[in-house]
């Protein structure tokens, strides 16, 4: 399902031909993507979403400004399935662009929702891409619609759009800005006008972009420092919490319009979500994972044969576990890599055979010994209950799993996709309760002073955290404005769900 509009009037509403599904609600979890004055730019966030592809599987789309126009294509799916032609990528001109990769879930969602969106403002046209998740996106709405908005899609996005429209600022520049002040939550956010790119990230940093730059004077932003190794673009910085920087033909300018806050980038970016080739702050996201496993080491210590990860995710820490522990690492579980992410499957009982689909012990590795396996994250706990039987099936002596991440007891409200609160196993059960449901001879999770150290601290600081570990802790840096709306409210956020 493609939609490809070559126009500069770039109609939200041939965006409503796909049917809208139940599952149709605020879900953004994904990677952006900008790139401005360089020939091909098309190409250029083509590779950098590919790069990206790990933050988002649903859907991609680019928008490319040439000439007074715009240009767009959009479609459910891979980056590498749905760009690769040369069609494809002439039909997206110019020498600026951005693009989004969209993060899988249950059900899925319409061809509406795909992003870049696009607008087209007094200004001039618009078209913007956002990593995170608003949340007062759906108060904004109400009251946005009540004034007379027509919204065409269900993401949270969308709100920004309507915001910088009803702005009274005079520039695009301070438009953008009064809009960013109005929304909270996470956000890291690319946009294009005629004449420049802009690049924001919210005034705490909760999500990642990074500034880079090409040989021939071209800039780039991105969700990661991976999509700047692909095309070749050295990494100039990380985009500083709260600033939004605008690149146009006289260069670059940066301003910080809000209140300077304590910074609290997502920890979870560190412990799973970003490519471990991808550096956070100057700092390796692998270097990192592997210290976690040896704190964990640190912590926990058992007397094993063998430390297995769990693929991929678990890996660098396993060999961190395994290089402080001084015990042999060993792949007892391979992977096969033609199976998506086992969030991508929408229900409980796709969602175990998923599992089996993507992972086989390698029997001769395991027979008769003692294992210390290690993942990076319990959820619903299907993975764990899964990979601890194939262990043992394959005849592992005994199977203890070490987790790489503190107890997953809150979700996540800034973007990244985890399901409601009774939904998470370590929100339901003890440890000691898990362990027995999971089947592991013993459970560990690595203790969140221990995943501070790891990432260079020297422990949580509980009055000032450094990051959002809201996953881990519960404690949301930001009011959950929806979250919290009366149930009139939400009530009206399902009727934006359009059940059929
Ligand atoms: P579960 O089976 O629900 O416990 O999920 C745990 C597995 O999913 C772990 O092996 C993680 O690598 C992976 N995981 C953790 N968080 C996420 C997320 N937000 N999206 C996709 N996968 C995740």
Redesign the pocket.
């Given at each position: 399902m493609t939609d490809h509009i070559n126009s500069s009037n770039f109609s939200p509403s041939t965006l409503t031909t796909t049917p809208f599904t139940e599952d149709d609600k605020f879900h953004d979890e994904c990677g952006v993507f900008g790139v401005f004055n360089t020939p091909e730019a098309s190409t250029h966030t083509v590779l950098g979403l590919h790069a990206l592809q790990h933050r988002g599987q649903e859907a991609a789309g680019i928008v490319s400004y040439y000439e007074g126009q715009f240009y767009a294509h959009k479609s459910t799916g891979h980056v590498a399935d749905n760009f690769n032609t040369k069609s494809v990528i002439e039909s997206l001109p110019g020498n600026s662009a951005i693009g989004h990769v969209r993060y899988s879930t249950a059900g899925g969602s319409g061809l509406r929702n795909i992003q870049p969106l696009f607008a087209d403002l007094a200004s001039g046209g618009f078209a913007v891409a956002h990593n995170g998740n608003l949340t007062n996106a759906l108060t904004l709405k109400k009251h946005l619609v009540a004034k007379g908005a027509i919204f065409q899609s269900t993401s949270d996005s969308e709100v920004i759009i309507h915001l910088i429209a009803t702005s009274t600022y005079l520039t695009l520049q301070d438009k953008f800005i009064d809009a960013m002040r109005r929304i909270e939550g996470a956000f890291a956010f690319v946009a294009l006008s005629e004449d420049c790119l802009i690049g924001a990230r919210d005034p705490l940093g909760v999500r990642p972009l990074v500034l880079g730059k090409l040989p021939n004077d071209g800039y780039i932003f991105a969700s990661e420092t991976c999509a700047l190794d692909i095309i070749g673009a050295d990494f100039i910085r990380d985009v500083d919490p709260g600033e939004v920087i605008t690149i146009n033909k006289n260069g670059m300018t940066s301003i910080k319009p809000f209140p300077i806050m304590h910074p609290r980038p997502c920890i979870f970016e560190h412990v799973?979500f970003s490519r471990p080739d991808s550096l956070s702050n100057g700092t390796s996201i692998y270097k990192v994972r592997k210290n976690i496993g040896k704190e964990l080491a640190k912590e926990c210590k058992l007397n094993a044969d063998l430390v297995v990860p769990?693929p991929d995710?678990g890996v660098p820490a396993a060999i961190g576990y395994a290089q402080e522990a001084g015990i042999p690492f060993e792949l007892g579980i391979i992977r096969n890599h033609y199976v998506g992410?086992?969030?991508i499957e929408p229900s409980d009982t796709i969602r175990h055979l998923g599992v089996k689909l993507k992972h086989n012990a390698n029997r001769g590795e395991l027979d008769g010994k003692i294992v210390v396996l290690v993942?990076?994250?319990?959820?619903?706990?299907?993975?764990?209950v899964k990979i601890v039987d194939m262990v043992r099936q394959a005849g592992a002596k005994e199977v203890h799993l070490y987790i790489a991440s503190p107890p997953t007891t809150d979700p996540c409200f800034y973007g990244?996709?985890?399901p409601d609160k009774d939904k998470l196993?370590a929100s339901r059960m003890s440890i000691k309760e898990m362990a027995e449901y999971i089947g592991a001879d013993s459970l560990k999770f690595i203790s969140i002073d221990g995943l501070y150290r790891a990432v260079g601290e020297a422990n949580r600081d509980n009055k000032k955290p450094q990051y959002c570990d809201a996953c881990f802790s519960g404690e949301y840096p930001t009011p959950l404005t929806d979250n919290n709306a009366s149930d009139d409210d939400k009530q009206f956020s399902l009727l934006t769900d359009y059940k059929k």
């Open positions: 799973y769990v995710s992410r086992t969030f993942d990076d994250s319990i959820v619903r706990g299907t993975t764990s990244v996709d985890t196993l």
